[in-house]
């Protein structure tokens, strides 16, 4: 009899039966994504039961001078290159907050589109995080600044080397994804 993990695993194919395979004692690697027009920042890290340990961050810049589809492209392929160098089994990505300017929310959803979708693409379960969800698993508090975060990626992942805050808030997305994903699993056992 399939477990309800076994039954979505199926459902996804070789990258969910990874994420399986770790719970019977091999590390889950998990992909974090902070999504972001001109930087989308990427953190992966491997999960063995609580322990956490960094496996490589940075981000993908786009060009500010280039049309909006070739700005996605960039995003695309760079996170694309990512999921080919690294096999991360699952994926967390942030959700976007909306913000006064319509027209940067929507460039934002469009990022944070191509950011689920690259993914997915591969197979790989992707979870969705609201950014004060993020901050409260990282640092405590929902409310915590960039420099909190950053702090805490260093007290959490010692050999991690964020050069950026896109880099650091998507290790953090990584976490928080770690900290929740059974919640998570069951949740999609539940209402798929």
């Given at each position: 009899?399939l ?61 500010d ?33 909306v ?6 929310t ?9 950011a ?21 698993t990282?640092?405590g ?9 950053g702090?805490?990626?260093g ?38």
């Amino acid at each position: 009899m399939l477990c309800a993990w076994d039954s979505h695993a199926a459902v996804l194919g070789g990258a969910a039966r990874r994420g399986y395979q770790s719970r019977m004692g091999l590390p889950i690697r998990i992909l974090g994504i902070d999504p972001g027009l001109r930087r989308t920042g990427w953190g992966l890290i491997d999960v063995d039961g609580n322990r956490l340990m960094f496996v490589a961050c940075g981000s993908v810049a786009t060009a500010d001078k280039a049309e909006l589809a070739a700005r996605l492209l960039q995003i695309h392929d760079g996170l694309a290159k990512v999921i080919e160098d690294y096999r991360p089994a699952e994926a967390a990505v942030e959700n976007t907050f909306v913000n006064a300017n319509a027209n940067a929310t929507l460039k934002l959803g469009q990022a944070r589109g191509v950011a689920m979708l690259v993914p997915a693409r591969a197979g790989i379960a992707v979870a969705e995080y609201a950014p004060n969800m993020v901050k409260k698993t990282i640092v405590g508090a929902g409310h915590a600044g960039k420099g909190q975060i950053g702090m805490m990626i260093g007290v959490l992942l010692p050999k991690a080397d964020p050069a950026s805050e896109d880099a650091a808030d998507a290790l953090a997305i990584a976490i928080c994804h770690a900290h929740h994903r059974q919640s998570v699993a069951l949740r999609i056992a539940v209402l798929g």
